[in-house]
């Protein structure tokens, strides 16, 4: 099961920072959650939601501009496949997952399956 935080105080730190920065949701803070996410996972590799979050904020930055699309996607999907290889009962991943079948993979059906694992992850 996914630990609330990391089990070091400044990666947990990092962790909730780049949450922060994510949540303002500007092209630069975007930016900026990447690096911290990325940071997280380079700290503590086995905490699946900084992958999850990794994966959120790639495919915010194709929102506000910070990346096109095939990027976004691309890496947004490698960060989500790991987080869900290290807890396949995240629903975070599972929400992140069914996003890009839907828009990136166009594909309704296994994006439905990936929103019905958030319900019972």
Do not use: M
Not at 42 to 50: G, I, K, L
Not at 51 to 71: H, I, K, Q
Not at 95 to 112: K, M, Q, T, V
């Amino acid at each position: 099961p996914a630990r609330e935080l990391p089990a070091d105080a400044q990666v947990a730190a990092l962790f909730l920072q780049a949450r922060d920065d994510w949540a303002q949701r500007s092209a630069a803070s975007v930016e900026k959650s990447i690096n911290e996410f990325q940071g997280v996972t380079r700290r503590d590799p086995n905490f699946a939601p900084a992958f999850s979050g990794l994966a959120d904020a790639y495919l915010l930055a194709r929102e506000v501009g910070a990346l096109p699309d095939t990027a976004a996607f691309g890496r947004a999907g490698q960060a989500v496949e790991r987080a869900v290889r290290l807890d396949p009962d995240l629903a975070a991943a599972h929400r992140a997952l069914g996003f890009i079948a839907y828009w990136w993979n166009h594909d309704r059906s296994g994006s439905g399956e990936a929103f019905q694992n958030c319900r019972h992850a």
